[in-house]
């Protein structure tokens, strides 16, 4: 049943203006990181890490959740138009499998975003002139940072799933990142969503935030995903449809 | 005849106020039931009901011989296809797309899709864009959707909504000839009676939530013998043959009224008034139209008196 709702939500990306958000946004916090890297060359002296902190200072703390949330809008936004509500639960399809499909691909959807970003950090790199290759490092924090992102995707579906506004959740996400970097300095970035793809990505540190935290990383990232889950499966099953 | 959709009891309250109101609903399989109320009489709550988009207040539901519940919900959704309040779609994809997107959910081959885009006529058009489309052939589109996998009850909920008259002329031709086509037992909401006359062999009168008649149209057409009016030479004569057949005539723009009458009844009554030499000159039935039946359904229902015809 997951499997064809996942080639369904797949369809529904075909030709999608979404894409657009996917190819653009990730370019200015590439521009203004390699601007501010440039600026303060004579303070960042870690070469392809010093690039990555500026790059990151932008990408994950102001844009990276809300890319996320506008991914999720899109999709329920799909839904929330016309009547299709009643489409998608008239269908004989579990609402939770639904739910699920879309989760996946707004998550393949970020995964490959995280690899246009990383395409972009390898050409300002080269831009500014930086040695070789970028570190390794730097591809497993992308990775790490995808896995950071499960729980704030499975949050904004939720939201955009109750909320038929597109704007009010991506602000959500902006506001919850900006938050997420508090959480961050105060050090309880575990508990809050919104830091996780911060502490996955090493946003804005050189060395490793995450050293002996791999396990309550990914505890965190199970926990909130669980919950929103469960949360999802309570309104699609409890509530009425009210498509408009 | 098997019913395909039965409800008892039927109730679904918003806070106070009852949307649907102990509905009792029998659709017996292989016709086209029409389901005709007031715009807010409780059409969409009903057929929101039938198909789990809402859960009901009291009552139940039986489709196709099982309980409509969380258990029985999925497998009798593969049975259905719907349409409610307007086609639903996704604007940026074409036609074909949006039913391969169906077609997928439903878990129906793809090949279904020609079959069901040649019954509604929009085979030419299966690659355009659907924001392209006109509201006719959205709707069409959205019973495109509706037939995919062949579904023993489909559910339209006022499918003429905002078409033109040649659309709703077509969508009326369409509907009709489900039960024909498809195997398909139909049930349609709309406003207008005059409308579903062409179309559906039942009907069931809702409004303020409640059924107020169900049955077949002939029936209700039978409601629609009204009374009968006379013109007569001699008035005093003619009153004098009916008060001694136990008629009591009225008086209206000097014609004498008399309450219906059966035809054999009616045509003994004729000549028996010619016979006494009161001077029939006239005769004829005032017929109600379907509309005024329904007016009269759907008014009684405030006043106290019984409504005409077999309420329920």
């Known amino acids: 049943m997951i499997k064809r709702c996942l080639v369904a939500e797949n369809q529904k990306l075909h030709g999608a203006a979404v894409w657009l958000a996917f190819l653009i946004v990730p370019i200015f916090p590439a521009v203004m990181g390699t601007f501010n890297y440039q600026q303060n060359i004579a303070l960042l002296q870690s070469a392809w890490y010093s690039l990555w902190t500026q790059h990151t200072l932008f990408y994950a703390t102001f844009f990276f959740a809300p890319l996320v949330g506008v991914y999720a809008a899109y999709l329920w936004r799909l839904e929330h138009f016309g009547h299709n509500w009643n489409l998608i639960m008239a269908v004989p399809i579990h609402p939770i499998d639904l739910f699920l499909a879309k989760f996946l691909v707004v998550f393949k959807v970020t995964l490959l975003t995280q690899g246009w970003v990383f395409l972009l950090f390898f050409a300002a790199g080269k831009l500014v002139g930086l040695p070789g290759l970028p570190p390794a490092e730097i591809v497993v924090w992308l990775l790490r940072g995808t896995v950071g992102s499960v729980p704030v995707i499975a949050l904004q579906l939720l939201l955009s799933m109750r909320i038929r506004s597109f704007a009010v959740p991506v602000l959500v996400a902006l506001g919850g990142s900006v938050g997420g970097l508090l959480m961050n300095s105060a050090g309880y970035g575990l508990y809050c969503p919104y830091s996780l793809p911060l502490l996955g990505m090493n946003a804005n540190a050189n060395s490793d935030k995450l050293t002996g935290e791999t396990f309550a990383f990914l505890a965190s990232v199970a926990a909130f995903t669980l919950l929103f889950f469960a949360l999802a499966q309570f309104f699609l099953t409890k509530r009425d449809v009210n498509a408009e | ?312």
Not at chain 2, 83 to 89: K, N, R, V, Y
Not at chain 2, 110 to 130: A, C, G, Q
Request: charged fraction near 20%; proline fraction near 5%; include cysteine.
């Open chain 2, 1 to 312: 005849m098997e019913a395909i959709v039965t409800t008892k009891g039927l109730c679904k309250a918003y806070g106070t106020h009852f949307a649907v109101d102990g509905l009792d609903m029998l659709v017996p399989q292989g016709c086209v039931y029409g389901f005709i109320g007031p715009n807010g009489a409780g059409k969409s709550t009903t057929m929101k009901l039938l198909l789990g988009l809402a859960t009901p207040s009291a009552g139940s539901i039986t489709l196709m011989g099982t309980p409509l519940d969380r258990k029985g919900r999925l497998g009798l959704l593969r049975q259905t296809g719907s349409l409610i309040e307007s086609p639903a779609c996704y604007a940026h994809l074409s036609a074909q797309a949006n039913l391969e997107i169906v077609a997928g959910l439903k878990d129906v081959p793809r090949t279904d899709i020609s079959r069901v885009l040649e019954i509604v006529h929009l085979e030419k058009d299966r690659n355009r864009k659907v924001g392209q489309f006109s509201l006719g052939m959205k709707q069409r589109l959205g019973i495109a959707q509706a037939l995919l996998g062949n579904p023993r009850l489909l559910i339209l909920d006022e499918p003429t909504n905002g078409l033109d008259p040649a659309g709703i002329q077509e969508m009326r031709a369409l509907i009709a000839a489900m039960p024909r086509l498809c195997g398909a037992t139909v049930l349609v909401s709309s406003h207008l009676l005059g409308e579903m006359e062409q179309m559906v062999e039942q009907v069931g009168i809702i409004n303020h939530g409640r059924l107020l008649f169900q049955g077949p149209l002939t029936q209700l057409q039978q409601h629609s013998r009204g009374n009968i009016s006379l013109r007569v030479l001699d008035a005093a004569k003619a009153e004098a043959v009916l008060q001694a057949s136990g008629i009591t005539p009225t008086h209206e723009k000097g014609e004498l009224i008399l309450p219906p009458l059966r035809d054999e009844y009616l045509a003994e009554l004729a000549r028996t008034l010619a016979d006494k030499g009161a001077g029939l000159v006239g005769l004829r039935i005032q017929t109600k139209s379907l509309e005024d039946i329904f007016l009269g359904l759907t008014a009684a229902q405030s006043a106290p008196a019984a409504p005409e015809g077999k309420a329920v």
